[in-house]
């Protein structure tokens, strides 16, 4: 016997009324990072050797800044569902669990943002 509503069937929700929402999101983050992190490794070797101005000027690119801050974005996104889920399952005692998950929500944060902010200031070359 089935106790979901006829609309809750067709969303497709839980009982949280997100879960689906996190799994799709980490599902897009994980095949978005499979070509950026081929494209990273690729020109991180093609790298290898060269002098600091030609690094920055690279990284200078306008296409190549873009992905770059695309590149961090989803690994830190990727990374907080990651964790967040670990945690969930694995941390019983509530207050714990809420610190952890506030904790690996903000590192994410902080650490996407000085990550993107590294990229734009060798971008606009300050």
Known sequence: MN????LARVRGLGSAKEGTHHFWWQRVTAIALVPLTIWIMLALIGAVGADYESARSFVASP???VLMIALIVMLFYHAQLGMQVVI????HVEWMKLTALLLVKFLCIVLGLLSALAVVRIAVGS
């Not at 106790?3 to 006829?6: A, D, E, I, K, Q």
């Not at 969930?88 to 941390?91: G, Q």
Request: glycine fraction near 0%; avoid cysteine; charge should be negative.
């Open 3 to 6: 106790m979901r509503t006829p």
């Open 63 to 65: 296409f190549i800044s």
């Open 88 to 91: 969930e399952d694995y941390l």
